[in-house]
């Protein structure tokens, strides 16, 4: 507009020369045709200065704006991940500890087992002591090589009486008479002999955890004529 307004001008001037030149008296320009005449051209290139600052406000706002919202979504973006990532190390620490719980359980139900197993396979013994009558000796509850369980006797003698048996009882001591000394009890057969070393086979299979000691038993007489914890 400012351009036009200068063209303008100049072709006024120009014609003023003009008039001149050809020996004519040059026309005067009123001061108000000129402030007339240049007003709509200033309008306009106030119009023109105001929109193209507004059009640059505007760019700038929306820059702005795109900016804002391109940050606003980066960092949004970047929240999610942290937060996936945290996610997953806690699943992933979760999952060691749970790991490292089982563990450590399988190995505890594995260390007792393998307690148990050793426990019920070492040897269980005791010395005889007297009941309804005299003895001396070892018992000795054992697993043999071929997994099975036997009483020994070492060392042993009592004295001599009717229908003799030996048996494995679950009290610890025993009673020397009374139904209830039998009670329960696994009967082994009869006494082999009165003294000397001797093997009784235990039936496989039995759980043999139960039972306390080892008697020489008076079928006749329903006493107990000696017996020895077996620990």
Not at 83 to 93: C, G, I, L, P, R
């Amino acid at each position: 507009m400012e351009k036009l307004f200068r063209s303008q001008f100049i072709v006024a001037a120009a014609a003023v020369l003009l008039t001149a030149g050809c020996g004519q008296a040059p026309v005067p320009v009123p001061i108000s045709n000129v402030a007339a005449t240049a007003a709509p051209l200033l309008s306009a290139t106030a119009d023109s200065k105001l929109a193209e600052s507004n059009a640059m406000e505007a760019k700038a706002t929306d820059t702005a704006m795109k900016a804002t919202e391109a940050k606003s979504t980066e960092t949004a973006k970047m929240a999610a991940e942290a937060k996936s990532t945290a996610t997953a190390m806690k699943a992933v620490e979760a999952k060691s500890t749970e790991t490292a719980m089982m563990a450590m359980e399988a190995k505890s139900t594995e260390t007792a087992m393998k307690a148990m197993e050793a426990k019920a396979m070492a040897p269980r013994t005791g010395q005889f002591y007297n009941l309804d009558e005299k003895g001396a000796g070892t018992a000795v509850l054992a697993k043999t090589e071929s997994g099975d369980f036997s009483l020994l006797f070492k060392g042993f003698k009592v004295n001599n009486g009717p229908d003799l048996y030996v048996y494995l009882v679950v009290d610890d001591p025993v009673a020397k008479d009374g139904p209830g000394v039998i009670k329960g009890a696994l009967n082994l057969g009869k006494l082999k002999a009165n003294s000397g070393d001797q093997t009784y086979s235990i039936p496989t299979g039995m759980d043999i955890s139960k039972y306390k000691s080892a008697i020489v038993w008076c079928q006749t007489y329903s006493v107990t004529f000696i017996a020895a914890p077996l620990k």
